[in-house]
């Protein structure tokens, strides 16, 4: 495991993308601050500098690479087991690796993929709200932190390391073919809810039945049982 950090960067992401060939598998670049952070759909992520956790985290393992959508709600799933060890409550996954307090986002999560005629690496970008109190821009979900929640600041150096060491030990389960699937249902967000959902490229309100085993999302559409992929959920009412 390789630790990078920086003060501002415009995005950790775009960093290690422009780099990956330098540097080895389960490397993590992290940052104060960035100007440039982006979530899922391309919407704007915005943090107070030196209050949240922001990182990438490359992944060059093949087998972890073809397992791209297991790696995508286990990265959730992490971030959620060391949120309950600081003694969160209440904490759920937004399918398809969004962290949930409260019913409030406390984690967002985005993956991307570097292809040439393959897919030769994974970038996972990670921002945790930890001790950021107030949220200025207006967001579709109310935000809320770690500090918000437990109201008390976190020591975010200690922090990012229970962070860092949850993954790669998550990671290397999945390389070892641990299912995780019996836990990750346990915190379905979406489960019984309706959505707007793409179908065949039409939104369409659905019913959510929940996770499955391969981690794509059961919904109740026109009468009939679909599995639908990230990407195709809109939004959630």
Not at 51 to 71: A, P, Q, W
Request: proline share 1%; charged share 30%; hydrophobic share 35%.
């Amino acid at each position: 495991m390789k630790l990078i950090h920086f003060d501002v960067i415009d995005s950790t992401n775009a960093f290690l993308k422009g780099n990956y060939h330098n540097y080895q598998n389960f490397t993590f670049v992290s940052a104060d601050e960035q100007t440039a952070g982006k979530g899922r759909e391309n919407k704007r992520w915005s943090s107070e500098k030196k209050k949240n956790l922001l990182f990438s985290v490359l992944v060059k393992d093949r087998k972890l690479i073809e397992k791209y959508k297991t790696l995508s709600i286990i990265c959730g799933y992490s971030i959620l087991e060391v949120l309950k060890e600081y003694g969160l409550n209440n904490l759920s996954i937004k399918w398809p690796n969004d962290v949930y307090v409260d019913n409030k986002k406390i984690c967002g999560i985005l993956l991307e993929a570097v292809s040439k005629q393959e897919m030769e690496c994974l970038i996972i970008g990670v921002g945790v709200n930890v001790n950021q109190k107030k949220f200025k821009e207006e967001y579709t979900i109310l935000p809320t932190s770690i500090r918000n929640q437990l109201n008390r600041c976190i020591n975010l150096k200690k922090f990012k390391s229970d962070i860092y060491s949850k993954l790669v030990y998550n990671f290397k389960l999945v390389e070892q073919d641990y299912d995780f699937y019996s836990q990750i249902k346990k915190y379905d967000y979406l489960k019984n809810k309706e959505v707007f959902a793409l179908v065949s490229n039409e939104k369409k309100l659905v019913k959510v039945l929940g996770i499955n085993s391969d981690y794509s999302l059961g919904v109740i559409a026109e009468n009939k049982k679909i599995d639908l992929e990230a990407g195709q959920i809109s939004f959630s009412l």
